[in-house]
């Protein structure tokens, strides 16, 4: 692939990509693993883009499936556990220990989520996504990756209402 084609496509989709492979994998460094291994399949042409219509959710396809195929051959569900607020920059602040805890329960509810509702809720609110460009990615309907987010962000709901009622006392 030409190189300033490669780069080009890099500059455009590596961030949202980034965001994405770290939501489901939980960790840093499998995220930035798991984005070069996608880069690199394209690079040595081990991924061509002619004829794909949506390069974008080819991409994200792409990434999910090598998401997928490592935590099968790792055989571990570790990734689900790991502290997401950390890596999404969403850590407290200020001195306010609410907001810490608060952090500390979004962080453990989405670990807790399935893959598949995990993958919908963050490719929707981080990557503002549309359901059509989710189900593209998860090889799903629109209604489906609809479905998986309305019931991943009810799962978060219930999760949090405990905290919330609390911090309203």
Known sequence: ????????????????????????????????DLLQDVFMKIANGGMPLTGVRDVRAYLFRVARNLFID??????????????WGREFGLEATGPDPDQGQFVDWLEDGLAELPEEQRSAVVLHLWDEMSFAEIGEICEVSSNTAASRYRYGIDKMRRR?????EEIQQ
Not at 12 to 29: C, H, I, N, P, T
Not at 72 to 81: A, F, M, P, T
């Open 1 to 32: 692939m030409n190189r300033d084609i490669l780069e080009r496509l890099y500059d455009e989709e590596a961030e949202g990509l980034y965001r994405y492979v770290l939501a489901l994998a939980g960790r840093e460094e499998v995220a930035k």
């Open 70 to 83: 490592r935590t099968r051959r790792e055989q571990s569900g570790r990734v689900r556990g790991e502290r």
């Open 160 to 164: 949090l209402r405990p905290l919330y």
